[in-house]
């Protein structure tokens, strides 16, 4: 903005200046101008330099229309110059990236790294010693000649045309399409970095050994000779080894098949014998056409006590045997004892009797959890006195308690309020044991005939009908006519009347025979 002044007029007050509002708006005007460039905006201006007081604030300079931003002498600017326009001059040097996006029309563009894209045209360069890649050149092309010393590079050199020279030298190379012959002087190794997938020769190779870990030869016109070897080892798998004449040696070991159309010598030939063929024994078979023939002193022999029928399938033995187990799927058949630990099989065991040996009162026949089905018997007998049957109860009672029908579950203990419903004693030891699969939280073997421990208060009689006492799950004397239902058996024991009290009789063990009234 232009200065503005304030017109005061000819005289004080004589109507020819500007009246106050005008000159007060040219005044705003004026400090307004002034603010812009003071110590209070965001630009500090010191001497002949402008600072931008914000963080990372930038300066820009904005001509109107088409005024330019002129630099008259040499500056460095520290940080990044932008312009959005063309900067037109002499030389600009930085150590920093020159960023354009239109073109860049001047003499020289020199500088320490030269980042340089969609150049058209040619981008020609003084003569240098070197020309160096800041990082990895990844390839250099050039359609005309190179003309000089050594190219040496770590990457590739790719020429459409002929590469003439004295050596071609490098870590690596890879020639492709070569036509006429690729000569080297006479070298120690050739060496394949990698794999070397084939090397095809059409001459000879005339040398002393061709010597390597590994060697494939296919083709081979005339004689493949070797010196004495100690071993010939196949790496991997030797499918086939084939020899016209004699092998001479220790031991002939392979996995594949051993085929020889003359005679094969030797102690022994190992294996299982099953692709054997042609074989010719000096050893005859003894005894009869189904005796087991086995080695009687170094001579083949037989013996009748041992032998096998193929087209019954059956083993026969007559004498003992003697081992560990005797395992078969089909029958075992035996005219004397069989002794030993445990006898298996799938079949039928069939025996004229059973005879226990061991301890007495040990031993099972059968499992709880994988049962026979049915015992078809004339008679069982057992040590053990009474029937029972496994009922659920509400709790876990302990052996001789007098139960009864009700509770939460099937059964619960006894007491005067359920006398006629009176369901037995529970068993000790019971010697048939019914209801096995019976499930729940409490299972109970109760007695329901035969002879059990029962817990009892006197007065009992010998004979007397046992019923339930004032004591829970506890039983006493009946007397003469006890109540349908309520009769637990009757006593085999004699109990005299308790002199305790009421509150605190003795509790007496002893046998009752259940189910009797």
């Not at 360069?125 to 000089?148: F, H, K, P, R, Y």
């Not at 020769?201 to 100690?230: C, H, K, M, P």
């Not at 996995?255 to 000096?282: C, E, H, M, P």
């Not at 058996?489 to 009797?516: A, F, Q």
């Amino acid at each position: 903005m232009t200065k503005q002044t304030i017109n005061i007029g000819i005289a004080a007050n004589d109507g020819s200046g500007d009246s106050l509002r005008i000159a007060f708006d040219k005044v705003n005007d004026n400090f307004n101008e002034v603010y812009l460039t003071s110590p209070t905006s965001n630009i500090k201006h010191e001497g002949n330099s402008l600072t931008s007081t914000d963080t990372d604030g930038h300066i820009i300079l904005d001509p109107n229309g088409t005024g330019q931003v002129q630099i008259v002498s040499d500056q460095t600017v520290s940080g990044f110059l932008t312009a959005t326009g063309n900067v037109t001059g002499g030389n600009i040097n930085t150590g920093a990236q020159v960023i354009a996006t239109g073109n860049i029309t001047g003499g020289n563009i020199a500088g320490t790294r030269g980042v340089f894209t969609n150049v058209a045209g040619t981008l020609e360069t003084v003569a240098q010693t070197a020309i160096t890649s800041v990082g990895t050149l990844g390839a250099l092309a050039v359609t005309a000649n190179i003309t000089g010393g050594n190219l040496i590079t770590g990457a590739q050199v790719v020429a459409t045309g002929n590469i003439t020279g004295g050596n071609v030298a490098g870590t690596r190379g890879v020639f492709t399409n070569v036509v006429g012959t690729l000569e080297t002087a006479a070298q120690t190794n050739i060496t394949s970095v990698g794999t070397l997938g084939a090397l095809a020769v059409t001459g000879n190779i005339t040398s002393g050994n061709v010597a390597g870990t590994r060697g494939v030869f296919t083709n081979v016109a005339g004689e493949l000779e070797d010196a004495a070897q100690t071993n010939i080892t196949s790496v991997g798998t030797l499918s086939a080894l084939t020899v016209t004449a004699n092998v001479t040696g220790g031991n002939l070991n392979t996995g594949a098949q051993v085929v020889a159309t003359g005679n094969v010598t030797g102690n022994y030939i190992k294996g299982d014998g099953s692709l054997l063929t042609n074989v010719v024994s000096s050893a005859s078979p003894a005894g009869l056409t189904t005796q087991v023939q086995f080695n009687d002193g170094g001579t083949t022999g037989a013996d009748a006590g041992l032998t096998y029928a193929k087209a019954t399938d059956a083993l026969t033995v007559t004498g003992n045997v003697t081992g560990g187990n005797l395992i078969t799927g089909a029958q075992v058949v035996a005219t004397g004892n069989i002794t030993g630990g445990n006898l298996i099989t799938a079949g039928l065991v069939s025996a004229i009797s059973f005879t226990k040996t061991g301890v007495n009162g040990t031993g099972n026949i059968g499992q709880s959890d994988n049962e026979f089905d049915t015992v078809h018997a004339t008679a069982t007998t057992a040590s053990l006195a009474d029937l029972a049957e496994n009922y659920e109860a509400d709790k876990q009672y302990e052996p001789g308690t007098i139960l009864a029908f009700g509770g939460e579950k099937e059964v619960t203990c006894a007491d005067t309020t359920n006398t006629q419903a009176i369901a037995g004693i529970v068993s000790t030891s019971p010697a048939h044991l019914m209801n096995s699969q019976c499930k729940g939280e409490h299972v109970i073997a109760l007695a329901l005939t035969g002879r059990v421990p029962c817990k009892v208060i006197g007065p009992i009689q010998k004979g007397e009908m046992v019923v339930i006492s004032q004591q829970k799950g506890i039983g006493t004397g009946g007397g003469l006519a006890p109540l349908p239902g309520s009769v637990v058996g009757k006593s085999l024991e004699y109990i005299p009347e308790d002199e305790n009290t009421v509150e605190n009789p003795t509790v007496h063990v002893i046998e009752v025979v259940v189910g009797r009234l």
